[in-house]
C-alpha cells in the first residue's frame, strides 16, 4: 500500500465541507469522480473510512483515526514551511532558544558559551518564555528549543512522542536579602517580611507559593517575570526574593547579600532543554547532541 498525499488533501476536504459534492467542488473534481477517489482509498487501506447508511457524512471509528493522522500531518507541514520561510535565508538558518527568564541572564550564557565557540557562524536569538508558552512556540515553529524549568508531573501533561526532553542540571533557588549597615541581615523568615514575587504565569511563582504559603508571615510587595528585576530590588534592601543560587553567588560573595536561615524553604528546581522530535534541519540536531555530550 502506497501512501498518496491527495488523499489527506481529500480527507480534509470531506470533513471540512460535509458534503460529497462541495469537497469534489473543493477539490475541482466531478462528484462522481471524487466518490471514486474515496472508495480508492477505502479499497486501499481494506477498511471503510465512511458510513454508508448515515444521512449526512459521518467518518467510522477507523475513518476518524485516519482523519486525525491527516490533521496532523497537514499541520506539520504547514508549520515546516511557515518555519522555513520566516528563518530560511541564503541556506542559513537561525537557532532561536526560548528560555525562562531567571535563566537567561547567568545560566543561558554559560551553557551555551562552548557551543557558541565550537560553532564560529552561529547565530543565536534568545526569547524570554516561561515553559507554557516556549512549549507553543516549539510546537508551532516559532523556536528550535526550550530551557526551562520543569517538574516530572508538568513534562506528563505533554505527548512525549512529540517532544524530546533532556534535564540539564538541578538548580537551587534560595531566599535571599540585602545586609543591613551592620553586616546582618535585613529580614529574616522568623518575622514578616516583603516577598519580591514572581507573577502567577511564572513557573517558580507556584514553586516559591507551595514552600511558604500559610508557613511563613509576609506580604507581597512586588511581582514581576524577570528574577534580574527581583535580584536589583533585593539589593535595593526591598524585601526578600527566592533566586536562582546561580543568579546571586557573586553578589553572596562580595556580601552584597545573604542567604536566610531556613533550609526548609530551600527550593529545587530542574532545568530541561527541549526540542520537537521532528527537526526542522539537521544542525537542530546536531547542536542538539553537542549540548546532551556537555552536560552528560
Known sequence: MTLEIRWIEDLLALEQEKSISQAAALRHVTQSAFTRRIQNIENSLGFQILKRYSKNIDFTEAGQVLLASAKNIQNQLTTTIKYLEKNVKHDELTVKFAVSHSLITQFFPRFIQELAMDMTDLKLEIIASNFKQGMRLLKDGSCDFLISYCDQKTLEQFDRSLFEFYKIVEMEILPVTALDHDGTAKYSLDQSFPLLSYSKQAYLRNCVDEAIENKLDYR????????????????????????????VEREIQENKLKVLDGKQYYLFQDVYLVKREMSFSNRIDYIWNILIQKNK
Open 220 to 247: 507581597t510587595l512586588y511581582e514581576t517575570d524577570n528574577a534580574g528585576d527581583l535580584k536589583e530590588l533585593v539589593l535595593q534592601g526591598l524585601g526578600v526574593a527566592w533566586l536562582p543560587k546561580l543568579l
